[in-house]
């Protein structure tokens, strides 16, 4: 009886400081813990990866480890994520292990069958040579840069991302192609070649009018025709064409984002913040902030992935101000805690070495539902160190 008041009497106080902390903005996440924790995993990931030519990408459905050759998208992904150890503890280990599976990556540069290049040179790269400034990587970066505007055709307007699409589509823009174009306006600043910077401008131009509903929720798959005409508004990983597929909605938030960061144009900061207004408020997301895999699913599989680049996104947003500055950095801490809660987050060991549980990769296809994502750690991580950033009153990276 004596214990149960005890207990009770605890359970109070923990209540009271929670309900203290939270109204005066102060978080529960611990940026120091969570990296010393993701760097342990990460050890695990690098014994159990010797071959640098099998990229760690997620879980197979008997549990064994999905590993993926440097053409897949997601190459650039686990570099990139070394180098966000190494940047938060400057351990000279992970700073050669980052350069390990950064330089796995080089051969993509020549790549022009894929618009991913983004993604697979400047997470890696774009990171190391951020943090290093070492000259090779920025040659790297600029052929793929090259590599990657072939893919622009200026009479559609837009960089192609696949080859074809089902129905016949020969010219299909998917919104996750938003997320290439941070890579190219380096490139522009990079070589003095403002073709980059057009291009980008244009797609995104094309993007934010075609790709759109009136909600702000985006399309997945647009099939254009010849002369930029939209022949079909379809999807692909989505649960229906009309659907918001939630990760397509976190990559458009974040490419607008970077819209407004790279022109200062403030139509692009209307429209993130539209979309970040879209997944915010809608009545399918649940209270910890992290979606199921499609806002027309609740109920089904979360996607942590989604979760971590919307959370990524919405602190760079709340540094550009206005009304809901305060909501987008509040509503992205509670997704970081969110995903750092053993909900989402692997135990040491567990998990194929990923850091966090979860994510949906493909549901229609069957692919990668409910799984680990490499990808989905790289922007737990990013959203991680921005947290740290403004917490310290530092310049975002
Ligand atoms: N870019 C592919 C995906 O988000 O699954």
């Known amino acids: 009886m004596i214990m149960q008041r005890k207990s009770l009497v605890k359970l109070y106080f923990s209540l009271v400081l929670l309900s203290a902390l939270s109204a005066i903005g102060q978080s529960k996440l611990d940026v120091k813990k969570e990296f010393e924790f993701a760097a342990k995993q990460y050890e695990g990931m690098l014994a ?10 997620s879980t197979n ?21 070394l180098w966000y150890i190494y940047q938060f503890n400057h351990d000279p280990k992970w700073k050669a292990a980052a350069e390990k599976w950064t330089m796995a990556v080089e051969k ?52 192609k991302s696949w080859e074809s699409f089902k129905g016949g589509y020969k010219y ?22 403002k073709d980059f910077y057009n291009l980008s401008v244009t797609h995104a131009d094309n993007t934010m009018k075609n790709h759109y509903r009136p909600d702000y929720s985006s399309y997945h798959v647009l099939c254009y025709g010849d002369n930029g005409e939209v022949l079909a508004r379809k999807t692909h990983q989505g649960a229906a064409d009309e659907s918001a597929w939630s990760r397509g909605q ?35 997301l649940p209270a910890d902030k992290i979606p199921y895999w499609d806002f027309s699913k609740p109920g089904e599989e979360r996607d942590a992935s989604a979760g971590a680049i919307a959370a990524s996104a919405l602190l760079e947003l709340s540094t550009y101000g206005g009304k809901d500055a305060k909501k987008y950095y509040n509503s992205a801490v509670k997704m970081l805690e969110t995903l750092s809660t053993p ?55």
Not at 62 to 80: A, H, I, L, N, T
Not at 260 to 282: G, P, Q, W
Request: hydrophobic share 35%.
């Open 250 to 284: 976190a990559w458009g938030l974040y490419g607008y984002t970077v819209m407004y960061r790279e022109t200062k144009d403030a139509k692009y900061l209307d429209h993130a913040r539209n979309i970040a207004n879209f997944y915010l408020n809608n009545p399918t």
């Open 48 to 57: 159990a990866h010797q071959d640098i030519t099998k990229f760690p990408q």
């Open 343 to 397: 909900a989402f987050k692997a135990e040491l060991g567990k998990n194929n070495h990923f850091i966090l549980m979860h994510s949906t990769g493909h549901k229609p296809g069957n692919s990668e539902v409910d799984v680990p994502l490499v990808y989905a750690d790289y922007y737990y991580l990013e959203g991680l160190l921005r947290y740290e950033a403004l917490k310290n009153k530092q310049k975002l990276f």
């Open 108 to 159: 993509e540069k020549f790549n022009t069958r894929t618009h991913d290049l983004g993604f697979m040179l400047y997470c890696p790269f774009g990171n190391g040579y951020r943090l290093t400034k070492n000259p090779d990587y920025k040659e790297v970066m600029l052929v793929g840069a090259k590599s990657l505007a072939t893919r622009f055709n200026s009479k559609v307007g837009l960089i």
């Open 61 to 81: 459905p008997d549990g064994s480890p999905r590993d993926m050759k440097s053409e897949w998208w997601c190459s650039g992904f686990f570099g990139g994520s």
């Open 172 to 193: 299909p823009v998917i919104i996750d192609n938003m997320m290439n174009l941070e890579f190219l306006f380096w490139a522009a600043k990079e070589s003095g070649n």
